[in-house]
C-alpha cells in the first residue's frame, strides 16, 4: 500500500508560481515513476507530467517550459514547480505513482490551484 498527500495548492494571480508538494509513504520502494495529473471543471483528468528515475518526461503540451517536477527520494517527495500560471491551469491537481506497471487506480483529494486576478 502507498499513501499520497498532495499540498501546495492555492490562490495565485496569472503570471506568479506555485510549488506544489506530494509526499509518498507506506510501500515506497515498489515505486518507479510519480506523476502529477489536474482536472478542470468540466475536463477530463489529465497527465501534466511524470518523473522516473530523476528524468521527468511526458509533459502535457499546455504546461511545457513553464512546469518543472523534481523529487527528494530521502524525503520521499515529489514537487511540481509552476511558473507563469495562467487561469486555464486553474484545477485540482493530484499525483499518483506507477506500481507493478499500472497508475493507482485510488486518488486522493488533490490540491486545488487556482489562477485568478
Known amino acids: 500500500q502507498v499513501q499520497l498527500a498532495e499540498s501546495g495548492g492555492g490562490l495565485v494571480h496569472p503570471g506568479g508560481s506555485l510549488r506544489l508538494s506530494c509526499t509518498a509513504s507506506g510501500s515506497i520502494s515498489r515505486i518507479n515513476t510519480m506523476g502529477w495529473f489536474r482536472q478542470a471543471p468540466g475536463k477530463q483528468r489529465e497527465l501534466v507530467g511524470a518523473i522516473s528515475g530523476g528524468v521527468s518526461s511526458n509533459f502535457a503540451d499546455s504546461v511545457k517550459g513553464r512546469f518543472t517536477i523534481s523529487r527528494d527520494t530521502a524525503k520521499n517527495t515529489m514537487y511540481l514547480q509552476m511558473n507563469s500560471l495562467k487561469p486555464e491551469d486553474t484545477a485540482i491537481y493530484y499525483c499518483?505513482?506507477?506500481?507493478?506497471?499500472?497508475?493507482?487506480?485510488?486518488w486522493g483529494p488533490g490540491t486545488q490551484v487556482t489562477v485568478s486576478s
Open positions: 499518483n505513482v506507477i506500481i507493478n506497471g499500472y497508475w493507482l487506480t485510488d
